[in-house]
């Protein structure tokens, strides 16, 4: 069983994640604005709240965190950017059940709403904020290719 830990989120994570990215991040992030992993984390770090490091066996698996959504307040973006450290189902079943009560801190920070969209075609990533407690909607064409993206969301007490 692998050794799993959430920790802040620092700059020197970023290399180790942007090196060898899951592929579903990288076709998620390059549809939805051109941008590679690598620059979604450097401008995830200086505008999130709080953001975190997921570590696998000591190693930066995924770094995720939330940005403030809009200057009316209680609204956040949360993201997550991952590297293949996080291939095996042991590894992510473990994250997954140390990221839930980060979620609550994202929800604490943000109390009206969680908001952001999902490439339809990281169906791992479905199923995962699923799990986190998040409402998945219909899929609507965002980004320069108009690709479907599914928004998600999620409230206190829903």
Known sequence: MPVIEIV???????????SDPREA???????????????????????????WTGMVDGVPACMFGATPYSILGGMGTPWMIGSNALGAW????????????IVGQMQAMFPKLLFNVVDQRNVQAQR????????????TPI????????????????
């Open 90 to 101: 042991s590894a992510q079943k473990a994250l997954l059940r140390e990221a839930r009560p």
């Open 128 to 139: 995962w904020l699923r799990w986190l407690g998040f409402q998945l909607m219909d899929p």
């Open 25 to 51: 991040d990288v076709a998620e992030l390059w549809a939805v604005g051109r941008v590679t992993p690598e620059q979604a984390m450097v401008n995830g770090l200086r505008g999130s709240a709080r953001a």
């Open 8 to 18: 802040p989120a620092a700059p020197e994570h970023v290399d180790p994640i942007a």
């Open 143 to 158: 980004g320069p290719d108009g690709l479907p993206f599914i928004p998600f969301w999620r409230a206190p007490g829903v």
